[in-house]
Antibody
Framework: QIQLVQSGPELKKPGESVKISCKAS????????MNWVKQAPGNGLKWMGW????????TYADDFKQRFVFSLETSASTAYLQINNLNIEDTATYFC??????WGQGVMVTVSS | DIQMTQSPSLLSASVGDRVTLNCKAS??????LNWYQQKLGEAPKLLIY???NLQTGIPSRFSGSGSGTDYTLTISSLQPEDVATYFC????????FGAGTKLELK
């Protein structure tokens, strides 16, 4: 069965970077684009963008064109989201998701001094 | 960017009620709209895709309709397990979610 398993929670200070992972199993990794979604505490969902798993080309939503990097390790069927120069507003749960309604369990990133 | 406005933001209803949730786009999205249900602490779950298509495994009391800029999710007979927040999501252009409707039991 298809599964997306994300890495564990992160606690970071402002200005630091974080890299979270999303490991896919149960399907051919390059068959589906990987999307990323942000959910700040008590807030709604925000689509961050997607990465083409065949070419590695990322596409970022307007609010995520600076400081955010999508990448792949295709041999490990894993997608990554890196956030650089973290600020308080980056505190959120980050989900990976593929078409067909498969979601990772979410990674809580807390940014606090 | 296309803005998605959901109404109401909070809805209280009784078990068995017919419930209607609304989503309005800032421009025509050509029926390219999904509805998601999210329960506390969980990932969102797809209920309806392309405006009115029921995702596999979703109860038939859920239905979607709409066109152009106006879309609706209807629950024909509210059940206790439907307590959740519901989001619309347009993928016509520069995908965006609505802010959500929180559905609670009266």
């Amino acid at each position: 069965q298809i599964q997306l398993v994300q890495s564990g929670p992160e606690l970071k200070k402002p200005g630091e970077s974080v890299k979270i992972s999303c490991k896919a199993s149960g399907y051919t990794f390059t068959d589906y684009a990987m999307n990323w979604v942000k959910q700040a505490p008590g807030n709604g969902l925000k689509w961050m963008g997607w990465i083409n798993t065949q070419t590695g080309k990322p596409t970022y939503a307007d609010d995520f064109k600076q400081r955010f990097v999508f990448s792949l390790e295709t041999s490990a069927s894993t997608a990554y989201l890196q956030i650089n120069n973290l600020n308080i507003e980056d505190t959120a749960t980050y989900f990976c998701t593929i078409p067909g309604d498969y979601w990772g369990q979410g990674v809580m990133v807390t940014v606090s001094s | 960017d296309i803005q998605m406005t959901q109404s109401p933001s909070l809805l209280s209803a009784s078990v068995g009620d017919r419930v209607t949730l609304n989503c309005k786009a800032s421009q025509n999205i050509n029926k390219n709209l999904n509805w998601y249900q999210q329960k506390l602490g969980e990932a969102p779950k797809l209920l309806i895709y392309y405006t009115n298509n029921l995702q596999t495994g979703i109860p038939s009391r859920f239905s979607g309709s709409g066109s152009g800029t106006d879309y609706t999710l209807t629950i024909s007979s509210l059940q206790p397990e439907d307590v959740a927040t519901y989001f619309c999501f347009q993928y016509n252009s520069g995908p965006t979610f609505g802010a959500g409707t929180k559905l609670e039991l009266k």
